[in-house]
């Protein structure tokens, strides 16, 4: 319903609609600020404030839109305080997902392995090597056809994995190949999955086999592949850890031992297929009795 209103300043008569009831503005005769009265009240105008209600000397908009800035100085101030508390938590979650990922990775290697067995009769060498005795193809690039068909069409095996058109395939690491944790950008080549090499264990080395029947120490305590965080191995380079420079310690020195970014310790695949979490408390000497396939150690994985 209209509001009759009369300007208190230049006597200006007009109807204004109820929706404007409470709110100031100009009087369209005079200019000057007036306010519309509530229903019951009469008007009054800019210069005689303390006669003014105070719901009208402070309209609603205006008290939510100081509610509002206030709200929004709590979220600028406290923001940080939240988001230092929940950081560690969203870490964690993080770090969890990419520890499942990596754990997934190894699975799949795994599985890689058991069709090579199947197709081949044993696992792959660690490398093959030329009619001169020098590594040509590692065990990774074996497993292509396994793990990644189009990569693996696009690898020449009649060249070196450094020759002319294999060099071309470094910046392209398979996914499987890389530890999500792992800071390094994918386009970096290296792998953070190697096997253990030398006298004794699965890959002895040069184009030598070894056929499930050759575990004597059983598939499900026999290392096939661990992780080696910092290796400086490119997935195509026929190049892995020795035996000979593994000391057993899990996480020391990055490099050059079992290790890996997740804290605590490092994942491993057995020849079995199963996937196993190495925790850095773990006697340096039950890496190498898991390394060998026949040393009769008294070890086994978790």
């Given amino acids: 319903m209209p509001i009759p209103f009369t300007c208190p300043y230049c006597g200006h008569h007009t109807d204004v609609a109820d929706e404007y ?6 009087c369209a005769q005079c200019g000057k600020t007036i306010t519309v009265p509530l229903p019951g009240q009469v008007a009054y105008g800019s210069e005689s404030p303390a006669a003014l209600p105070r719901a009208t000397r402070s309209p609603g908009w205006v008290a939510a839109a100081l509610g509002l800035v206030a709200v929004g100085l709590c979220l600028c101030c ?3 305080f939240f988001l230092a508390m929940f950081l560690p938590a969203i870490q964690t979650a993080r770090e969890a997902a990419r520890q499942v990922q990596c754990v997934n990775n190894l699975r799949q290697i795994g599985i890689a392995m058991q069709s090579y067995q199947a197709d ?3 696992f792959p060498p660690a490398y093959v090597a030329d009619n001169k005795g020098r590594p040509m193809h590692s065990w990774r690039v074996l497993l292509l056809p396994y793990l990644d068909p189009p990569l693996a ?3 020449r095996y009649d060249e070196p994995w450094d020759g002319p058109n294999n060099r071309l395939l470094h910046a392209r690491t398979p996914a499987v190949y890389r530890c999500p944790s792992d ?5 970096s080549g290296i792998t953070d999955y190697v096997v253990i090499v ?3 264990t699965v890959f002895e080395g040069g184009n030598k086999y070894t056929t499930t029947e050759e575990i004597a120490d059983g ?20 190049r892995d850890l020795r035996i000979e420079q593994v000391s057993g310690a899990i996480n020391a020195p990055k490099g050059d031992e079992v290790s890996s970014e997740h804290p605590g310790g490092a994942n491993v695949l057995a020849a079995d297929g199963t996937v196993h979490f190495l ?5 340096a000497q039950d890496v190498h009795g898991l390394a060998t396939k026949a040393g009769d150690e008294a070890v086994s994985l978790p």
Wanted: some cysteine; proline content about 15%.
């Fill in 219 to 238: 598939p499900s305590g026999t290392l096939l592949v661990v992780e080696v965080a910092e290796t400086n191995i490119g997935w195509l380079e026929p």
């Fill in 198 to 200: 030398g006298p004794g």
């Fill in 78 to 80: 406290g923001g940080g």
């Fill in 183 to 187: 800071p390094s950008p994918g386009t």
């Fill in 21 to 26: 009831a409470g709110q100031s503005g100009p």
């Fill in 120 to 122: 081949y009769g044993c």
């Fill in 279 to 283: 925790s850095e408390g773990r006697p």
């Fill in 153 to 155: 069409a696009q690898y």
